[in-house]
């Protein structure tokens, strides 16, 4: 764009007896604000202490400003965000052009669900060639899908409450996945056999 030359004519003269004279201005280009940014995010990390991948297409910015309900970024998408609590949080994003105009503000709203509060149970010492039950706990077992690792000497790698018969301490990890929204939490125990 270019600087625009507008003539008009002057209401004074500039010398007695004389009749208006015309003088030009130089009034700069005015640029129109920008639309607000388009605003996505990547939804299958949906978790606390997940990263959200936040996404805009938008074009020809030269500062981004980012409002994730809990912190604020200046970062250009694809851009990582975490949550550490679950919750419902309004995302907004403004941006300013090459020339300096600002944006309408583009919202939206994430819900951050919770990790699954699991534990693996209290660590165990049994007798060499014994076994024993893995005291591993959750509310609502049959929400989740479970994975027990490593596999050695347990009855079922799949189940809350499987049965090891380990004949070295072994450390056992539990991890749950919620079925729903497919958030994971781990944990870990130990059996020594004596």
Avoid at 3 to 32: L, M, R, W
Avoid at 130 to 143: H, Y
Wanted: with cysteine.
């Amino acid at each position: 764009a270019t600087n625009k030359i507008i003539a008009g004519t002057v209401g004074e003269t500039f010398t007695t007896g004389c009749n208006p004279d015309t003088i030009q201005y130089i009034v700069p280009i005015i640029h129109s604000n920008p639309a607000a940014p388009d605003l996505s995010f990547v939804n299958d990390t949906l978790c606390a202490k997940r990263p959200v991948q936040f996404n805009s297409t938008t074009t020809g910015v030269s500062i981004w400003r980012w409002d994730f309900g809990n912190g604020t970024g200046t970062a250009a998408p694809p851009l990582p965000h975490t949550y550490n609590n679950a919750g419902s949080y309004s995302v907004k994003l403004t941006i300013v052009d090459a020339f300096g105009c600002g944006s309408a503000q583009a919202s939206t709203s994430i819900i951050i669900n919770p990790l699954p509060a699991l534990s693996a149970g209290p660590d165990k010492m049994i007798s060499l060639g014994t076994s024993t039950t893995l005291d591993a706990t959750i509310t609502n077992p049959g929400n989740y899908s479970f994975n027990w690792t490593p596999a050695t000497f347990l009855s079922s790698t799949t189940l809350l409450n499987p049965v090891a018969n380990p004949d070295v301490m072994t450390t056992y990890t539990i991890t749950a996945m919620d079925k729903v929204n497919f958030c994971r939490a781990s944990d870990d125990m130990i059996v020594n056999p004596v």
